[in-house]
């Protein structure tokens, strides 16, 4: 059932700035009339902003914020110096129990950082990862990390796997989602030490998932598991090529039907099938990587996108904050822990 629940945002982070932001409450505040928002950002920009859009100032609160975080700054340096930005006070606002969920479309790192700072980590967790949901031919699939951690150890790597399935089990409706580690092959000597390591924690792990062993990069589009373990290096790399294939498939079929008149007339032909695919390929449909391990649920946009992305995104941080997936990850992990005790003292 849904609830009455309010969105932290930060408007001034992003690329295009404020007035995607604005536009995407005017789609969102149709798909959610019961959400609240706090816009959080120079109020001599947004207000202007608003007011042209009458409809939206019952459901939004502006908290004036003059500062903002460059998206060439430093983590370091916005964490020092970032007190009065709109990116600071979106957090700060969940964390006072203001509002329930954060989301920003500005410096990744700094966003991280500040909601490291403000939120704190679940017990047990050391790190926290980005999460982005992928189309596949079976639906969709959860893959972390997606950029948060370069370098990962066995013990995150199965810490992700933790954060995914519950993840899975909250967002996507599976009861006990299959796992995968992302490896260079699927035979068990294949991969690093880690990886390895990670693969024999998981395999004795008494978890609400089924445990699929390691996976490859052409099994993440075939959807062969629900949930798509990796580290941030490996795990922003996919991401950002399939990203880039997506984009060049489309321009290469538009450029296809545009060549003759026999191509025009088929792409009339199958209008409809070529506007189902593109917008299956559309990284704005599935836009917003999700912090998971934190206390609080935040939520990252893509800096470049567009007013349709940014709802996308906000369409997930609702889903996030009604699925209650913190709880369930602070419970699973507490079960890891309880595991890895059992088997230590054997």
Same mark, same amino acid.
């Given at each position: 059932?849904?609830?009455?629940?309010?969105?932290?945002?930060?408007?001034?982070?992003?690329?295009?700035?404020? *007035?995607?932001?604005?536009?995407?409450?005017?789609?969102?505040?149709?798909?959610?009339?019961?959400?609240?928002?706090?816009?959080?950002?120079?109020?001599?920009?947004?207000?202007?902003?608003?007011?042209?859009?009458? &409809?939206?100032?019952?459901?939004?609160?502006?908290?004036?914020?003059?500062?903002?975080?460059?998206?060439?700054? &430093?983590?370091?340096?916005?964490?020092?110096?970032?007190?009065? +930005?709109?990116?600071?006070?979106?957090?700060?606002?969940?964390?006072?129990?203001?509002?329930?969920?954060?989301?920003?479309?500005?410096? +990744?790192?700094?966003?991280? /950082?500040?909601?490291?700072?403000?939120?704190?980590?679940?017990?047990?967790?050391?790190?926290?990862?980005?999460?982005?949901?992928?189309?596949?031919?079976? #639906?969709?699939?959860?893959?972390?990390?997606? $950029?948060?951690?370069?370098?990962?150890?066995?013990?995150?790597?199965?810490?992700?796997?933790?954060?995914?399935?519950?993840?899975?089990?909250?967002? =996507?409706?599976?009861?006990?989602?299959?796992?995968?580690?992302?490896?260079?092959?699927?035979?068990?000597?294949?991969?690093?030490?880690?990886?390895?390591? /990670?693969?024999?924690?998981?395999?004795?792990?008494?978890?609400?998932?089924?445990?699929? *062993?390691?996976?490859?990069?052409?099994?993440?589009?075939?959807? +062969?598991?629900?949930?798509?373990?990796?580290?941030?290096?490996? *795990?922003?790399? /996919? =991401?950002?090529?399939?990203?880039?294939?997506?984009?060049?498939?489309?321009?290469?079929?538009?450029?296809?039907?545009?060549?003759?008149? =026999? #191509?025009?007339?088929?792409?009339?032909?199958?209008?409809?099938?070529?506007?189902?695919?593109?917008?299956?390929?559309?990284?704005?449909?599935?836009?917003? *990587?999700?912090?998971? #391990?934190?206390?609080?649920?935040?939520? &990252?946009?893509?800096?470049?996108?567009?007013?349709? $992305?940014?709802?996308?995104?906000?369409?997930? /941080?609702?889903?996030?904050?009604?699925?209650?997936?913190?709880?369930?990850?602070?419970?699973?992990?507490?079960?890891?822990?309880?595991?890895?005790?059992?088997?230590?003292?054997?």
């Amino acid at each position: 059932m849904s609830r009455d629940l309010t969105v932290s945002i930060d408007a001034m982070g992003g690329d295009a700035g404020p *007035g995607i932001v604005v536009t995407a409450l005017a789609r969102s505040i149709i798909r959610h009339p019961a959400v609240k928002f706090l816009v959080h950002g120079d109020e001599a920009v947004l207000k202007p902003l608003f007011d042209k859009r009458p &409809k939206l100032l019952p459901r939004i609160e502006i908290r004036h914020s003059a500062e903002r975080v460059r998206m060439e700054e &430093k983590p370091s340096q916005a964490l020092r110096r970032g007190r009065n +930005t709109s990116m600071w006070r979106a957090i700060e606002s969940v964390a006072k129990k203001e509002a329930e969920v954060a989301i920003s479309a500005g410096n +990744t790192g700094a966003l991280m /950082a500040m909601s490291m700072y403000q939120l704190g980590l679940i017990d047990g967790l050391d790190r926290p990862a980005i999460a982005a949901l992928w189309p596949t031919k079976r #639906g969709q699939s959860v893959v972390l990390d997606v $950029g948060a951690n370069i370098q990962c150890d066995a013990q995150q790597l199965v810490d992700f796997a933790v954060m995914g399935e519950a993840f899975a089990r909250s967002i =996507l409706g599976l009861e006990r989602p299959t796992v995968g580690l992302l490896n260079v092959g699927s035979e068990d000597q294949k991969g690093g030490e880690e990886v390895r390591a /990670a693969a024999h924690i998981l395999r004795g792990a008494k978890l609400p998932m089924e445990y699929a *062993g390691f996976v490859e990069g052409d099994d993440i589009a075939e959807g +062969t598991v629900d949930v798509i373990v990796t580290d941030g290096f490996t *795990g922003n790399i /996919a =991401l950002k090529t399939a990203e880039g294939t997506a984009k060049v498939l489309v321009y290469f079929l538009r450029t296809a039907l545009r060549r003759s008149l =026999l #191509g025009q007339i088929g792409g009339f032909i199958a209008a409809g099938a070529l506007g189902t695919l593109r917008r299956k390929l559309d990284p704005r449909a599935s836009n917003g *990587g999700i912090f998971l #391990g934190l206390n609080a649920v935040v939520v &990252k946009s893509h800096g470049g996108t567009d007013a349709m $992305g940014f709802a996308s995104a906000l369409d997930m /941080a609702i889903d996030m904050a009604r699925a209650d997936v913190i709880p369930k990850i602070a419970a699973d992990r507490a079960i890891l822990a309880a595991s890895n005790a059992g088997a230590a003292a054997q």
